[in-house]
């Protein structure tokens, strides 16, 4: 069993939905990353957080130290949002531990 | 610069040949980390860079993977006698010790 689950693996959306990605890990964590990678692109940090819940435009990123579950969350999806989203968390040796990503398809 | 650089960006090479991949990270960034991502695969460790500590190789694949940062800065990952399964993109990302990391563009080496 993977450290980092991330699910759904494969999401299809229309514009303008609510999308929501799952994480749960199962070590302890001193920290949790989003990641967004584009097709044949680099990998984008969008949120590192370690408790409750942090908002950069239509992204929302929560986190639940006790259960061990963080979300993404993107409002109003568009084409552009359209990525692989990786779940990665910090253990106490300050190295990063991945989840497998969730390709978001987000069609017009 | 502005932001993390690998050099190259795509690397062919024969299978038994050595290679190097660079790494300059964010200016004033302690921390360095290379990491691998295989076609099909997800991302895996492989080595840690935090000041003048030791580093944390623990993530190397084999002995024929090694890695140095000289000056605390510019990082080297080198491979040895490449093989076939060591195609992949080569990621290094740079932080202010265990803080959020900048990932680098990638270094595409494939092994012929």
């Known amino acids: 069993k993977n450290e980092v689950e991330q699910s759904p693996q494969n999401l299809t959306a229309q514009e303008g939905e609510f999308i929501t990605i799952n994480c749960s890990y199962s070590?302890?964590?001193?920290?949790l990353h989003w990641l967004q990678q584009h097709p044949g692109g680099g990998i984008v940090s969008l949120f590192m957080?370690?408790?409750g819940k942090k908002k950069h435009g239509r992204l929302i990123a929560t986190i639940n130290i006790q259960e061990k579950h963080s979300s993404l969350h993107i409002t109003a999806s568009h084409p552009r949002d359209s990525a692989v989203y990786i779940c990665a968390v910090y253990g106490s040796n300050y190295k990063l531990t991945f989840g497998k990503g969730t390709l978001l398809t987000v069609n017009p | 610069g502005a932001g993390v650089s690998q050099s190259p960006s795509n690397k062919v090479t024969e299978k038994g040949k050595d290679v190097e991949l660079r790494c300059d990270p964010i200016s004033g960034h302690t921390a360095l980390y290379w990491y691998r991502q295989s076609l099909g695969q997800g991302l895996e460790f492989l080595i840690y860079?935090?000041?003048?500590?030791?580093?944390?190789k623990s993530g190397l694949p084999s002995d024929r993977f090694s890695a140095e940062r000289t000056g605390g800065s510019v990082s080297t990952l080198t491979i040895q006698r490449t093989q076939q399964e060591d195609s992949a993109v080569y990621l290094c990302a740079s932080s202010f010790g265990p803080t959020e990391q900048f990932f680098g563009p990638g270094t595409r080496l494939t092994v012929l």
């Open positions: 860079f935090q000041g003048n500590s030791a580093p944390d």
């Open positions: 070590v302890g964590i001193s920290a």
């Open positions: 957080l370690s408790s």
